[in-house]
């Protein structure tokens, strides 16, 4: 029995998807039932995280904005700077490897996100005005041509 208060996407205006009976109230009740997929610790872990590192990305970045032939060059003349290669390399690897499974997070919470808002019938509103305020920094730029 629900309260009041429950969500449902029954009420919602939005068209349906043809996905089978009561698949909409399906995956309701699954991610009601959901426990919080983060735990506060590891949210600060990934906080501090966050926070703390960068160099390797920095530095990666900087060496982007090189052309090849100065990298490649300097690369094989230079040891230190081969040195310093190396370890923006290795610290590069980790780096995608925690951000790989940051993006996997944050699509976990982009989920449980679009089904609260998907319970209400101005969905489409809160949407707009959600876009219409946030920042053009907040948004993915394209990379030279790698976007």
Same mark, same amino acid.
């Given at each position: 029995?629900?309260? /009041? =208060?429950?969500?449902?996407? /029954?009420?919602?205006?939005?068209?349906?998807?043809?996905?089978? %009976?009561?698949?909409?109230? !399906?995956?309701?009740? &699954?991610?009601?039932?959901? %426990?919080?997929?983060?735990?506060?610790?590891?949210? !600060?872990?990934? +906080?501090? &995280?966050?926070?703390?590192?960068?160099?390797?990305?920095?530095?990666?970045?900087? #060496?982007?904005?090189?052309?090849?032939?100065?990298?490649?060059?300097?690369?094989?003349? =230079? &040891?230190?700077?081969?040195?310093?290669?190396? #370890?923006?390399?290795?610290?590069?690897?980790?780096?995608? +490897?925690?951000?790989?499974?940051?993006?996997?997070?944050?699509?976990?919470?982009?989920?449980?996100?679009?089904?609260?808002?998907?319970? &209400?019938?101005?969905?489409? +509103?809160?949407?707009?005005? *959600?876009? /219409?305020?946030?920042?053009?920094? *907040?948004?993915?730029?394209?990379?030279?041509?790698?976007?």
């Amino acid at each position: 029995m629900k309260t /009041a =208060n429950e969500p449902t996407i /029954a009420n919602s205006t939005r068209p349906r998807k043809k996905h089978g %009976p009561h698949f909409e109230e !399906k995956m309701l009740a &699954r991610v009601m039932a959901m %426990p919080a997929p983060l735990g506060r610790d590891e949210d !600060k872990v990934i +906080e501090a &995280r966050l926070q703390t590192e960068g160099i390797a990305r920095r530095c990666a970045l900087a #060496m982007l904005t090189k052309p090849g032939k100065f990298t490649l060059t300097h690369a094989a003349e =230079n &040891r230190a700077f081969a040195e310093d290669l190396a #370890m923006i390399f290795v610290g590069l690897k980790d780096a995608a +490897e925690f951000h790989a499974n940051l993006a996997k997070t944050l699509e976990q919470a982009e989920a449980v996100l679009m089904f609260a808002l998907a319970q &209400r019938s101005d969905m489409q +509103e809160l949407l707009d005005h *959600a876009k /219409a305020e946030s920042s053009p920094g *907040a948004k993915a730029v394209p990379i030279g041509g790698w976007a």
